[in-house]
């Protein structure tokens, strides 16, 4: 079999093509130097030139709060160059994986969201990736689209490494304690699409550790693991004021991986230790 992974340099594009070769996959990955996926003709050329059995498409456009300003770009990345992507996988008859996020539901209650329901995007990144989804949907057959939220991982910014970063100049911060989801180890996340893109059970999934906790108690649990002292005072997302608007319900249910053979992720915490430990922090 024959990969081709889209953001390689991204944390999640990086672990996938490094658990892809692992396993002993030919794997081709590509940052935007290689593959500008907002340009039709060079996604059609490159996808052509590997010729590739899937396409496993982690690029994305990511700036929650930027994207409120610069709707065009994060719309040709989000959704035009999923397009693109989905047009030759139809083309070339070849699956093609989406990694979409929860930020398409509209982030309301305390019940896990279903693979099924209703999307409603509240900010400009949701709606692009929701856009980016139906592009996939309404071109594809065989086609997966993993929605993930809370990533974390070696390469790249994410919370954890801001969280660490902090601490090296400040004693007290704040941190947002009603917004709840599911921190979700790169790693992790990537042996499991590495196992879903060798079959055919094509859908909507969700993946994420398991266990849920706030973003309050995801940086007191992160300080504490890595013995750091850091008084962290709970605030809203109100008080905290972000531009965009971020889903105060990340919950995903993940009962679809089990009813397809697909192993669950382990809990939060454990992957935690395990990051932690990757980065000497431990």
């Known amino acids: 079999m024959k990969v081709l992974v889209t953001g390689v340099r991204g944390q999640l594009g990086h672990d996938v093509a490094k658990e892809l070769a692992r396993r002993g996959i030919e794997t081709v990955g590509t940052g935007s130097h290689e593959m500008d996926i907002t340009d039709g003709d060079a996604v059609n050329r490159v996808i052509r030139n590997a010729a590739p059995d899937a396409v496993i498409h982690c690029a994305a456009y990511t700036a929650v709060d ?8 994060c719309r040709r990345v989000n959704a035009d160059g999923t397009q693109y992507i989905a ?13 979409s996020t929860d930020y398409v539901f509209d982030g309301r209650g305390e019940k896990p969201w279903e693979p099924e329901d209703e999307r409603r995007p509240q900010s400009v990144y949701g709606q692009t990736k929701y856009e980016g989804e139906l592009a996939v949907q309404n071109t594809l057959q065989k086609y ?7 990533t974390y991982g070696v390469n790249g910014k994410n919370f954890v490494k801001t969280m660490l970063n902090l601490s090296q100049k400040h004693r007290r911060i704040t941190v947002v304690n009603d917004q709840f989801g599911s921190p979700t180890y790169t790693a992790d996340l990537a042996r499991l699409l590495a196992d879903m893109v060798q079959t055919d059970r094509y859908g909507v999934y969700h993946a994420a550790n398991e266990g849920v906790c706030s973003w309050y108690e995801f940086a007191c649990t992160i300080f504490r693991e890595a013995d750091i002292e850091m008084e962290v005072v709970p605030v809203t997302a109100a008080e905290y004021g ?3 608007a971020r889903p105060g319900n990340s919950r995903l249910s993940k009962e679809k991986l089990t009813e397809n053979g697909f192993e669950k992720l382990p809990h939060w915490q454990d992957a935690l230790k395990r990051f932690l430990a990757v980065l000497g922090e431990k």
């Open 66 to 73: 930027a994207a409120e300003e610069d709707q065009a770009c």
């Open 87 to 99: 047009d030759v996988c139809r083309d070339l008859d070849i699956k093609m994986m989406y990694i």
């Open 144 to 150: 997966f689209i993993v929605r993930v939220s809370w």
């Open 242 to 244: 972000a531009k965009a």
